[in-house]
C-alpha cells in the first residue's frame, strides 16, 4: 500500500528553463551556447548540487571554462534564483495529496545558493512532510545513497513510496531501490499516472 509521494523539483513543481532566462538576460544565440557548455549543461553543474565545494569555487570553476565570458557568466550565476519559477498546479497537487492522507516528500538535486534564492518562491515547502535537497547531504541523484538517506530521515519503507522525476535515470534508480516509479513529463501525464497507480495500490 503506498502511502508516500516523493517529488523532484525541477521541471515536476518548478519550471527550470535556463534557455528562457538567458533570453531575459539579453544574450544572444552564441552566448547561450557558451554558457550552456561552461555552466548549465556542463558536468560541474553536477557538483554544484552536490554543495561540496563553495559558491565561489564552482563559479570560478564556470569562469575557467570560458575566460572570455567572464561578465555574462557572473551576471547568470548571480541571479540563477531568476531561472525558477513556481508551476501553478504545484501547491493546489501537493494538498490534495495531503488531503487524502498521503504524506509527501521533496528529494532533489538542488545547490544551497539557488536554494536560497528561490526558497519563498517554492511555496508547496509549507504543506509537505519533509525534504531532502542534495546540497544538504552531499549526495545527488541517482546515487543510491540519497535515496537512502531520505528513508533513514523519515522511516520511510521503499515498498510504500512512489517517486516522481522527470529524468528517466533518477527514476530507474529508484525502481532498483525498491520504490513505485513515475516519469513526469507534464502534469496532466503525471497526475494521471500517480492517480491510476494510487487506485490499483
Given amino acids: 500500500m503506498i502511502k508516500n509521494i516523493i517529488f523532484d523539483v525541477g521541471k515536476v513543481l518548478v519550471e527550470y528553463d535556463p534557455d528562457s532566462y538567458m533570453n531575459r538576460l539579453g544574450f544572444d544565440a552564441k552566448t547561450k551556447r557558451v554558457l550552456n557548455e561552461a555552466m548549465f549543461e556542463n558536468p ?5 548540487d552536490r554543495g561540496d565545494m563553495s559558491t565561489e569555487e564552482i563559479l ?9 565570458y567572464e561578465k555574462e557568466i557572473i551576471k547568470a550565476f548571480q541571479s540563477i534564483g531568476d531561472a525558477i519559477e513556481l508551476f501553478s498546479y504545484s501547491v493546489d497537487w501537493i494538498k490534495e495529496l495531503k488531503n487524502r492522507g498521503y504524506r509527501v516528500y521533496i528529494l532533489s538535486n ?5 536554494y536560497e534564492q528561490t526558497e519563498k518562491k517554492m511555496k508547496f515547502l509549507d504543506y509537505v512532510d519533509g525534504t531532502v535537497f542534495s546540497y544538504s547531504c552531499k549526495v545527488i541523484k541517482p546515487e543510491k545513497e540519497i535515496y537512502e538517506h ?3 530521515k523519515y522511516s520511510l519503507l521503499p515498498e510504500e513510496s512512489v517517486f516522481i522525476d522527470d529524468r528517466n535515470e533518477n527514476i530507474a534508480q529508484a525502481i532498483n531501490l525498491g520504490f513505485y516509479g513515475i516519469q513526469f513529463k507534464d502534469y496532466e501525464q503525471g497526475k494521471s499516472a500517480l492517480d491510476r497507480l494510487l487506485t490499483r495500490n
Fill in 44 to 48: 560541474l553543474w553536477n557538483e554544484f
Fill in 60 to 68: 570560478q570553476k564556470f569562469i575557467f571554462n570560458a575566460p572570455d
Fill in 110 to 114: 538542488y545547490p544551497e545558493f539557488t
Fill in 150 to 152: 531520505l528513508c533513514e
